[in-house]
């Protein structure tokens, strides 16, 4: 047979005889856990209300473990200064930080305080700027070397050669367009209408022209016409000393390459010396219709333009070299005297 017995009042029962009798001993396992028990949680701040946190720490157990602990972390340090990668970790630690903490003062000195004041913003410091504009400096260190062995193998005393002597003395800009969507037959009497003519002159005639690409021509003018002005420092006028003292200032008549004649007043003027067409890549396809039900693929090309920009004291060399060396021609004669060559006894035929 089963016992019915209300679990409140065993509970009950066992409390009351654990209250009024004051040398009873503990309750058994199976009624301790019959008993009623009332949660007791604790909020604070900074430490305040944790009371039961001193009788923990305090037992011989958790100051065992702190002391386990303690121990296991002076070993692993140990183990980290003799057991690294290097018995030198340290000091090259120290020196890192050292470093980054210098690089910290040059970049907040530099005027980079703010979120900008890293190495990657726009810092004027020695080192980042020597970093920007010398990205290599073994291949720089190897370059050098080779041109002064080339100075020590060649004579000081011989003048440049003619090329670099122009180079030293005349400047140019070379420019190309983006790929355009025309073709180089109709390109190419554009870049024949700009050739030879100032960069003013050839604005002004695409400005007014009809072709569709003249446009594009136009713009592609001035682009290179304000790159060459920023990168070379050219078109920037003449100083008057200089204009003052060549031709006693007044304009020179040069003949161009192609036979006109022109006046020149400020040699540094820029002008259009070279202009050439090259293909593109294909921008498409599409079928093109023909009679008797026939069809064929036609490509839709594209092309660009290259300038080349120069002064005009190029032109005016030219012209002085070419009067030159006509000077120096000699004087031509109908009928030269010399030896008759290349004459037989017999007849050809």
Do not use: C
Not at 106 to 127: C, D, F, H, N, Y
Not at 195 to 211: F, H, L
Not at 285 to 298: F, G, K, T, V, W
């Amino acid at each position: 047979m089963s016992l019915h017995l209300p679990a409140r009042r065993v509970a009950a029962s066992a409390a009351a005889r654990a209250t009024t009798s004051s040398t009873s001993t503990t309750p058994s396992l199976h009624l301790r856990y019959l008993l009623p028990r009332t949660q007791r949680r604790n909020a604070g701040w900074f430490g305040w209300g944790r009371g039961g946190e001193s009788a923990s720490t305090n037992s011989p157990l958790a100051k065992e473990l702190t002391r386990r602990e303690r121990e296991q972390m002076l070993a692993k340090q140990n183990m980290d200064r003799t057991q690294g990668t290097s018995i030198f970790d340290e000091e090259i630690k120290d020196s890192e930080r050292t470093r980054r903490a210098e690089q910290e003062k040059q970049a907040e000195a530099g005027g980079g305080g703010g979120l900008g004041g890293g190495i990657g913003s726009a810092t004027r410091v020695k080192e980042h700027v020597e970093r920007a504009e010398n990205p290599d400096p073994r291949w720089r260190v190897r370059f050098l070397k080779k041109k002064l062995m080339q100075m020590a193998r060649t004579d000081p005393t011989r003048p440049l050669p003619r090329e670099q002597r122009i180079r030293l003395s005349e400047k140019q800009h070379t420019s190309a367009s983006p790929p355009l969507p025309t073709s180089t037959k109709k390109l190419v009497h554009l870049s024949h209408q700009i050739v030879g003519r100032t960069v003013d002159e050839a604005i002004t005639q695409m400005r007014y022209s009809k072709k569709k690409m003249a446009r594009e021509v136009k713009w592609q003018l001035e682009d290179a016409r304000d790159r060459a002005i920023a990168a070379h420092g050219m078109g920037l006028g003449a100083p008057a000393a200089a204009t003052a003292t060549q031709d006693n200032g007044k304009p020179r008549k040069i003949q161009t390459k192609d036979g006109r004649w022109i006046e020149v007043r400020d040699p540094t003027t820029l002008y259009v010396d070279e202009s050439w067409v090259t293909k593109g890549p294909w921008r498409g396809q599409r079928i093109q219709y023909h009679a008797r039900s026939r069809m064929s693929m036609e490509w839709r090309p594209s092309a660009s333009i290259s300038l080349v920009l120069k002064e005009e004291k190029t032109r005016i060399r030219k012209h002085d070299e070419k009067v030159e060396a006509q000077a120096k021609k000699a004087p031509w004669v109908h009928l030269p005297n010399r030896p008759v060559t290349a004459q037989r006894q017999y007849y050809s035929w």
